[in-house]
């Protein structure tokens, strides 16, 4: 394992949170791609073991993606970015976080390796926690079994987190990442634990809003997992202010008035907007109230941006949102 994680982690630890070097260290493994309910629990398993033994608990996860470096044509879609994926784990109360550069060295190492080489990075290691699939190692011939035989002869105490099941199925990325590109918005956003969310930086456009009585915030979509192409019920806030303004808004290409080759996200508010270009939004995305479509012409899509407007406020009208937060 590169020196790289060891240095991170005795800086995070023990220079910036002021630990001492023999201070117990709780590991969670893994991608961590959405931070979903599933992941959640990982996460809790290493701050119990934390507080039960004065410790302290991190998160060691990677990017890119494996799939980037062993399927470059066909990789998966990440639900989180790097800076999306720091701010949820940010949230979870841990002592440190460690994004390991996925590289061909790192893939190479022996699963029989594994443990042996993460405590030589750091000695005070006393536990690590993955889910009970989690695989590692050169070919991923590691599993969770096989990490806790390691744990056994090093003294790491190994825990494998069940998986947590909704419905029928396995609460996995791979599912949410399904739902979100299937408009499946309501039942992703129960998977995450949280409502599914993009940040964006606020450009001019052509003002074509302004020329059908729907003047919108022109977000490029920095994502690399594109939703549903279609219209849904959001609310906006400044990334450093926090305020949410309830609004609607079209994810897409724009067929009816300017055919694009990259979507754009494009929210109207339901009140006065007080941002401009240049400002960092945050956009929660609550509901999918329909599929973007080709209107015949500017008339038509007037007539239906209005019903979408009073769709995306009778959702906010009987939500929590509605109910509880966002602009009075």
């Known amino acids: 394992m590169n020196t790289k994680m060891g240095r991170t982690l005795q800086y995070e630890t023990l220079k910036s949170a002021n630990y001492a070097a023999d201070c117990p260290v709780h590991l969670a493994i893994g991608m961590f791609d959405g931070l979903h309910r599933g992941h959640q629990l990982v996460i809790e398993s290493a701050k119990k073991a934390a507080s039960a033994s004065g410790g ?30 720091r701010l949820e784990l940010a949230k979870l109360g841990l002592d440190f976080i460690v994004e390991e550069p996925f590289t061909r060295e790192f893939a190479a ?14 000695p005070s290691l006393s536990s690590v926690h993955a889910g009970e699939n989690w695989r590692f190692g050169k070919g991923r011939t590691g599993d969770m079994t096989e990490l806790q035989r390691q744990g056994e002869t090093t003294g790491v105490d190994v825990n494998a987190v069940p998986c947590l099941d909704s419905g029928s199925e396995r609460v996995s990325s791979t599912r949410i990442r399904n739902l979100l590109t299937t408009g499946n918005l309501c039942e992703a956003n129960e998977l995450l634990g949280y409502h599914y969310y993009s940040i ?11 020329t059908i009585d729907a003047p919108t915030l022109n977000l490029p979509f920095e994502g690399d997992l594109k ?32 055919m694009t ?7 109207y508010l339901l ?6 270009y240049g400002h960092r939004l945050k ?14 012409g500017v008339d038509e899509l007037k007539r239906q941006i209005a019903k979408d407007v009073e769709e995306a406020k009778a ?8 109910r509880e937060g966002g602009a009075s």
Request: proline residues 7%; positive net charge.
């Open 56 to 85: 302290v608990c991190g998160a060691l996860t990677f990017w890119p993606h494996p799939s980037r470096l062993f399927r470059p044509d066909d990789p998966a879609r990440m639900i989180l970015n790097p800076e999306l994926k």
């Open 315 to 322: 959702f906010f009208g009987r939500s929590d949102l509605g």
């Open 283 to 296: 956009v929660v995305w609550h509901a999918f109230l329909r599929q973007e479509q080709k209107f015949a």
């Open 200 to 210: 964006g930086t606020v450009t001019q456009g052509k003002r074509m809003g302004r």
């Open 261 to 267: 080759n990259k979507p754009l996200l494009e929210a």
């Open 109 to 122: 190492i022996e699963a029989a390796q594994f443990l042996a080489h993460l405590k030589s990075e750091v």
């Open 227 to 258: 939703p549903a192409y279609g219209v849904y019920a959001v609310s906006v806030s400044d990334v450093s202010l926090g305020h949410e303004y309830k609004a609607v808004a079209n994810f897409g290409l724009r067929p009816t008035v300017e």
């Open 271 to 276: 009140e006065k907007c007080p941002f401009d």
